[in-house]
């Protein structure tokens, strides 16, 4: 798999352990609707602790933290706070986690529902993302991560040996190809050789996959 | 009252002066303009062993200066970063220190660092932009820079991040991508 090859008009790349991802989940699933259109949806599995640092807590409580400046906290707790007015603006919970996750699992389940059920791959982020976000899902346990696919109505009798082996595969083919390639986090939109990253690109996507008339619109993101 | 937080060097800060002025001008907001030194880098050269936190770093901050030049080109800018950020702590002090509209020296300001890469740093510079922009400075020079570290203090206790910064009933925004939510709320207290 190319990184910034589809044959979708758009390519999404997401993370589950990412919130600007939650936040970006329902209003990239509306525009899909919306255009009548299907985007090839991928997983990009964010390795936080290279670049931002790492933390640990407890009961709400840092316990633990390597790597991260004033500044830097200042500017995670902001972006915390902001995708979690945002979560609530859609009707969703976001709380910070207690840990950097390792969602590895739950990403290669987007492959298995490209792959298997591609229908269903909103019930799937509706039963991954929400629950993760409350802190009430595990999701670097396979077998939890399985119900989650069950829960969104697809067939998961496969999953467990396509995560250790074709879309694990899959999984770490696309990993090296994302820096080479101008990709650095999530959501990342992939318009022809133009990518964009964040959801604030919405109304120029929406503006470009349908037909380009008028002015091209500035970054938003968009409220209801 | 919509309170903004600004840095001439900042591309995020200079293109979302004209939409900011658009939305102001809708609900008849005033804007309180305030300096906030962001933090901005050169691209980092790709390296030969570079770490994943390094790499990502690079390709995050091309990827930035790449929609930073695409979203510009919508407004009819070109732009063109310098070699090298250039300091405009001198410019940002200076601020605190207008009286009346500072609107024609924060113009003058991001022009002077965009179009001509000018030295915002530099004090025979920004008392020319003065001169030139007709505002009435009754700060010293001389203290601009101290001005500036207090005020920066009080705008990091206050919680801002970055630039734009916006701060509207009590709701604190980094970047004008959040224009529809402020606007909604100034929509509400134009209602109210």
């Known amino acids: 798999m190319q990184v910034l090859h589809s044959d979708a008009p758009l390519i999404v790349y997401v993370d589950v352990k990412s919130p600007y991802a939650f936040v970006a989940i329902r209003p990239t699933l509306a525009l899909e609707q919306e255009l009548g259109m299907r985007f090839d949806w991928r997983p990009l599995t964010l390795d936080i602790p290279s670049y931002l640092g790492s933390a640990e807590k407890k009961q709400g409580k840092v316990v633990s933290s390597k790597g991260r400046s004033p500044r830097t906290w200042n500017a995670i707790r902001y972006s915390y706070r902001d995708a979690r007015r945002y979560a609530e603006r859609q009707g969703l919970v976001l709380k910070g986690t ?7 699992i739950p990403n290669i389940g987007i492959l298995w529902v490209m792959q298997t059920a591609r229908d269903k791959l909103g019930d799937y982020f509706d039963a991954v993302y929400p629950p993760f976000w409350r802190r009430e899902l595990d999701i670097e346990n396979i077998e ?19 995560a250790s082996g074709e879309g694990s595969a899959l999984h770490d083919e696309l ?30 996507l929406r503006w470009a996959l349908s037909g380009r008339q008028g002015s091209a619109p500035d970054i938003a993101y968009e409220i209801a | 009252m919509l309170t903004v937080y600004i840095d001439f060097k900042s591309p995020a800060a200079y293109l979302a002066v004209s939409p900011t002025l658009a939305l102001a001008e809708r609900f008849d907001l005033a804007i309180d303009w305030k300096p906030f030194r962001a933090i901005e880098r050169e691209v980092p050269k790709l390296g030969k062993q570079e770490t994943v936190g390094e790499s990502h770093r690079r390709v995050r901050a091309a990827s930035q200066r790449a929609l930073s030049v695409k979203y510009a ?3 009819g800018i070109d732009l063109r970063f310098p070699p090298q950020p250039g300091s405009t702590d001198l410019a940002l002090g200076v601020l605190l220190g207008i009286e009346g509209d500072p609107l024609p020296f924060i113009r003058g300001a991001f022009n002077a660092y965009w179009e001509a890469h000018a030295d915002l740093d530099d004090m025979a510079v920004v008392h020319a932009l003065l001169v030139e922009s007709g505002v009435t400075y009754t700060g010293s020079l001389a203290d601009a820079r101290s001005v500036l570290d207090a005020a920066q203090m009080q705008a990091e206790e206050a919680g801002i991040v970055g630039v734009p910064g916006y701060v509207i009933e009590d709701q604190l925004f980094v970047g004008r991508e959040h224009l529809p939510w402020i606007e909604e709320i100034a929509r509400a207290k134009v209602g109210a």
């Open chain 1, 98 to 104: 207690e840990k950097i996750w390792d969602s590895r």
């Open chain 1, 144 to 162: 939890v991560v399985t119900a989650c696919l069950e829960q969104a109505g697809i067939e998961a009798s496969g999953f467990a040996a396509f």
């Open chain 2, 73 to 75: 080109a919508h407004q």
């Open chain 1, 175 to 204: 990993q090296p190809q994302f820096h080479p390639s101008g990709i650095y986090g999530v959501p990342t939109y992939v318009l022809g050789d133009e990518i964009l990253f964040g959801r604030e690109h919405i109304p120029y």
